[in-house]
């Protein structure tokens, strides 16, 4: 295990050593949404009964931040040691393919958490939240960081430049995140484009984080903890055989 704890350890350190843009920019970034889609659409917005708009968009911005930092952490790690070079130094250790996946994944999945935790920290500060299901908080903050770490990770095998790596965030993760039910509740969709929410991964993360909160979700929260789940065991599975074989890694 000390190659998993040495890899580990380094990138734990890549992203707190710059705290201030890995974590404090996410942070205002969020806070920056709340006080622009609070104002413009809580008037125009259903939600759930008894619910205000503002409460309800505060989970769905730290679920945000949680996957789109988690993503950034391995798929940007991965990239610069590719193109700068030193992903050598990963490869010639006796360092096996699932302490290569551990030490990324959990490594995102801090990262992710500590912006999540920072995002929440301060909007309640403003908005005051419930905790109908403490449970099921943890756990889909946990799989969704797992998710998107071990997607960043395929993401940072998959691309030889930023360029394709850029393409992969802004045409693949951040089309999914923003039409997640992160600002609104897909109860406000017409049948259709609610339908179409449902082959969304990504929305029954954020729909059952927030089920933590207020105990009312779009779909019953057992259902997007079996579909999390199975996503996340999916992908794992890819990305340990794409380590395993040296998949642009390699050769």
Not at 107 to 120: E, I, K, N, T
Not at 129 to 156: K, S
Not at 209 to 219: A, E, T
Request: hydrophobic share 60%; aromatic share 18%.
């Amino acid at each position: 295990m000390i190659g998993f704890r040495t890899l580990f350890y380094k990138e734990m350190l890549r992203f707190w050593k710059v705290a201030f843009q890995t974590v404090a920019a996410p942070v205002i970034t969020a806070l920056l949404y709340l006080a622009v889609f609070g104002h413009a659409m809580r008037a125009n917005t259903q939600v759930y009964d008894g619910v205000a708009y503002v409460s309800f968009l505060v989970p769905g911005l730290v679920m945000m931040s949680v996957l789109q930092n988690a993503f950034s952490n391995s798929s940007s790690s991965l990239i610069q040691s590719k193109i700068t070079g030193n992903l050598i130094f990963m490869l010639l250790p006796p360092l096996a393919h699932w302490e290569m996946f551990s030490a990324y994944v959990l490594a995102s999945m801090v990262r992710g958490l500590v912006v999540g935790l920072g995002v929440f920290l301060v909007t309640i500060w403003f908005v005051p939240m419930t905790f109908a299901a403490p449970l099921y908080i943890v756990l889909f903050a946990v799989l969704g960081a797992g998710i998107l770490g071990t997607l960043g990770l395929i993401a940072g095998v998959w691309a030889d430049k930023f360029d394709q790596l850029a393409a992969f965030q802004n045409f693949l993760i951040m089309p999914l995140t923003f039409l997640s039910g992160v600002f609104y509740s897909t109860h406000s969709l017409s049948p259709v484009w609610r339908t179409v929410s449902w082959f969304n991964p990504f929305f029954y993360m954020i729909d059952g984080f927030r089920y933590g909160f207020f105990g009312m979700s779009d779909v019953p929260p057992w259902q997007s903890l079996a579909v999390v789940a199975c996503f996340f065991v999916i992908l794992a599975g890819i990305a340990l055989r794409l380590l395993a074989t040296g998949f642009k890694l390699r050769h």
